[in-house]
């Protein structure tokens, strides 16, 4: 499956509506569990730091392997080919590698390929084939070890206006993922929004009739297709995902990736943004 930098841009194209929907809002609360190495935070972090720079970001990082959430924190990756001869998963790091290889794993494609040259300037700093990222996407990140199926995380987090929970619940047998997507929706608060990618679509689709969630359609098939390391490695892969299928009679909650938490809906509306219908909008003044 491999990591990448703007893995899925329709995804952050609709991270920005969202967050445009009450432009007067100036603060948010942002969580992204199974956060990896770091490229989907810093992706999420520069998207609304270009986006809306006058809001101010509480972003939490969470991730289960401490040498993995070392690297996420420290913001440093390699500009060359992964280093060759290397079999271990790339989503795992061992210590005392070379930053090639803890940059890498055994991906065969850089993180960086789904990025324009004047986006990795923007984003980083590169000196010796290495690239840091920049202050101004790191500012206000918090990192924490631990498991995204703890129950306890809305005590340490609070509740939060966005949770991320993308390309991790698809490792989990269905049982264990759907009690951990149960209760990582704990941590968004009412009026928030889920963004869960990545996961088996009958896992998904069960859960999010059993608690009510309200799928956001905006942009559902261009995030489905959004990730072609996910649509290509269907039907082979465990996690891949297959062709979007409007035919369904359930095709909105079937393929929708972001889902609004904690709101009344109509049985036959379809919203494209959800948030345009909710009286509480998921943004928030600061406090």
């Known amino acids: 499956m491999g990591t990448f930098f703007f893995r899925n841009r329709p995804e952050l194209e609709l991270l920005i509506r969202l967050l445009n929907i009450k432009a007067e809002a100036s603060a948010l609360d ?3 569990l199974g956060c990896s190495k770091g490229a989907e935070v810093y992706s999420f972090a520069y998207t609304i730091r270009s986006a809306r720079p006058d809001l101010k970001v509480r972003l939490r990082a969470l991730d289960i392997d401490p040498d993995v959430l070392k690297v996420a924190e420290e913001g440093l990756y390699s500009l060359k080919s992964r280093a060759p001869g290397q079999t271990f998963s790339s989503g795992s790091v061992i210590p005392g590698e070379d930053l090639a290889t803890k940059t890498f794993g055994d991906q065969t494609s850089s993180v960086f390929e789904r990025m324009s040259p004047e986006e990795i300037e923007a984003m980083f700093e590169c000196k010796d084939e290495q690239a840091t990222v920049k202050p101004p996407f790191r500012d206000g990140i918090t990192w924490h070890l631990g498991d995204a199926g703890d129950t306890k995380l809305v005590n340490l987090f609070g509740l939060q206006d966005i949770v991320v929970a993308n390309r991790f619940l698809c490792h989990m047998q269905p049982q264990q993922a759907e009690t951990c997507l149960r209760n990582l929706a ?3 608060k009412p009026g928030g929004y889920l963004f869960v990618s990545g996961i088996d679509l009958e896992v998904r689709t069960k859960i999010a ?6 799928p956001v359609t905006e942009l559902i098939k261009e995030i489905h297709e959004g990730d072609p390391s996910l649509r290509q490695d269907w039907p082979l892969e465990y996690w891949g ?7 369904r009679n359930d095709w909105d909650i079937r393929y929708a990736s972001v889902f609004q938490v904690g709101v009344a809906l109509s049985a036959n509306a379809h919203p494209k943004i959800a948030g345009e219908r909710s009286e509480e909008m998921f943004v928030h003044g600061d406090h």
């Open 209 to 214: 009739r059993e608690l009510g969630w309200v």
């Open 186 to 188: 704990n941590l968004v």
């Open 30 to 32: 942002l969580t992204i």
């Open 241 to 247: 995902l297959g062709p979007f299928d409007r035919c």
